[in-house]
């Protein structure tokens, strides 16, 4: 429908008469939203309410100028008020952005901030990961009340949380990736790293752990408990002593939390394992060059491998992190290069002297390998496309 265009555009490709039309549309589907939310979501002011409010206005915005699809912006804000439906749930849980965990945090006033670690991410629009961290320092400092769970082990997450207003515990949970952490972010010299830890001349150093692993056993200072996990890897064995942090500092019995933590098998899709046809496809997600020094460990040695990596306003547009990634450590097996930017990654690998296919479409793709088991890597929208295909039966 040619008038539609007209009238509101494509793309980010719009004029001062679209940005209109989609502006007037938009408020009134907030308008829309607000009657489904209830009243209470502007009414009230409480801290999770502001949180809904934040993320309504900062989502239907990007539909306006036409930074996100409209149709998908849109439902995607219809889950926000069933969020705030949920009027006798006694805790939120937030996953954010590091971007926009100051904005959120200055707004809600936590109860507790879990710091996992603080890589390079997005490129596009991140990218400086000392900055990031100073954003997060900035926030913590102004908030006397909350807890700060936060892994000893990566120095930019130190930097972080070492100046926080409220209490911190730190949890040993692993950083094996350390290329944005050479140098000291609090001073710029050249870390000083020992079997036992890092530290720097200017005083910055591997806090002590209250939390550690200690093989299968999740340790605190005065307790232990047996960690066993759905999921595989050592990255999850570190989210889950996070978690369990977190749980124990909201007074949850630690075994009743483990126990919770072990049931866990996939999450939103990753680590699903999907029968198509001739294959069963293992679904992984690895969006930067930490998450994949991660995964890297996870993959089995010859299970053939589809690398699927997209470059859309999620994914962050710059692709230039596949230069990060070690793939001559991938042993030898089957591999594709795909996805949108499927060309990128090849191009990667063949610097890397892998051998593979480039085929855009993973399951094209998938068609090129053999049968049995696969490991399907994809960035985020790589990976959601991909799950809703599969779910859909193509
Ligand atoms: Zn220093």
Not at 45 to 68: E, H, P, Q, Y
């Amino acid at each position: 429908m040619e008038w539609v265009d007209t009238i509101f555009g494509h793309g980010t490709d719009l004029n001062s008469l679209q940005m209109s039309t989609r502006a007037i549309l938009i408020f009134f589907i907030t308008l829309l939203l607000l009657r489904i939310a209830g009243i209470r979501t502007f009414g009230k002011k409480s801290a999770f309410d502001n949180v809904i409010t934040i993320l309504l206005g900062s989502i239907l915005s990007r539909a306006v100028v036409g930074a996100s699809p409209f149709i998908p912006t849109i439902l995607g804000c219809l889950a926000l008020p069933a969020l705030a439906e949920r009027l006798d749930a006694q805790r939120a849980v937030l996953e954010i952005d590091e971007l926009h965990l100051a904005s959120v945090a200055r707004c809600c006033d936590p109860s507790a901030i879990v710091l996992l670690n603080l890589s390079r991410d997005q490129l596009d629009r991140a990218t400086e990961v000392r900055w990031t961290a100073a954003s997060i320092a900035g926030v913590l400092s102004e908030l006397p009340e909350t807890t700060v769970l936060a892994n000893a082990d990566d120095p930019m997450t130190v930097w972080a949380a070492e100046n926080a207003a409220g209490p911190v515990e730190w949890v040993a949970a692993g950083s094996k990736w350390r290329a944005d952490s050479l140098s000291c972010p609090r001073c710029g010299r050249l870390l000083v790293e020992t079997k036992a830890r890092w530290s720097c001349d200017c005083g910055l150093a591997q806090p002590q752990p209250v939390w550690w692993l200690d093989g299968e056993l999740a340790c605190h200072l005065d307790s232990s408990i047996p960690l066993s996990l759905g999921l595989p890897g050592e990255v999850n064995r570190a989210n889950a002593l996070m978690a369990l942090a977190a749980a124990g500092r909201a007074r949850v019995p630690l075994r009743q939390a483990g126990d919770a933590i072990a049931q866990v098998r996939q999450v939103a899709g990753r680590y699903a394992t999907i029968t198509r046809g001739r294959h069963v496809i293992r679904l992984l997600l690895a969006k930067n060059p930490a998450g994949w020094s991660a995964m890297l460990s996870m993959l089995g040695t010859a299970r053939p491998l589809i690398i699927a990596v997209n470059a859309r306003d999620a994914d962050g547009r710059d692709t230039s992190w596949l230069w990060d990634v070690d793939f001559a450590a991938l042993d030898p097996r089957p591999i594709a290069a795909s996805g949108e930017r499927a060309a990128d990654v090849g191009v990667r690998l063949s610097y890397a002297g892998i051998d593979h296919h480039t085929e855009p479409d993973p399951l094209a793709a998938l068609g090129r390998l053999p049968a049995g088991d696969v490991d399907l890597v994809a960035n985020y929208t790589a990976f959601y496309s991909l799950r809703q295909r599969l779910a859909a039966g193509e």
